[in-house]
Nanobody, 121 residues
Framework: QVQLLESGGGLVQAGGSLRLSCAAS????????MGWYRQAPGKQRELVAS???????NYTDSVKGRFTISRDNAKNTVYLQMISLKPEDTAVYYC???????????????WGQGTQVTVSS
């Protein structure tokens, strides 16, 4: 079994910063691409940022220059540093990772439970 445990959400004023963390644990042979998604009330879940095992990154346009995704492969952990937060960043943020539990197993997509980020104006 594999789990993704997120932390770091909360309430912050516009212009503030937050850092999200997501650690994968359990039966892990390798962790491939990791990413952060978000879902605001009444909206579809959207990709915010992703990072490959080789640390190639991708961001949605609305967060470029404000959010930074990074990872620690030794700890199977991905981070999302968010600065200059805006009220429109308010959403539940979900961690996602592609993980193999053994050399013989397929790569499965795993999700965290979500962490609330609320930005007040």
């Amino acid at each position: 079994q594999v789990q993704l445990l997120e932390s770091g959400g909360g309430l912050v004023q516009a212009g503030g910063s937050l850092r999200l963390s997501c650690a994968a644990s359990g039966r892990i042979w390798n962790v491939y691409a990791m990413g952060w998604y978000r879902q605001a009330p009444g909206k579809q879940r959207e990709l915010v940022a992703s990072i490959t095992r080789g640390r190639r990154t991708n961001y949605t346009d609305s967060v470029k220059g404000r959010f930074t995704i990074s990872r620690d492969n030794a700890k199977n952990t991905v981070y999302l540093q968010m600065i200059s937060l805006k009220p429109e960043d308010t959403a539940v943020y979900y961690c996602n990772a592609g993980i193999k539990s053994g050399s013989w197993s397929p790569t499965y997509d795993y999700w965290g439970q979500g962490t609330q980020v609320t930005v007040s104006s």
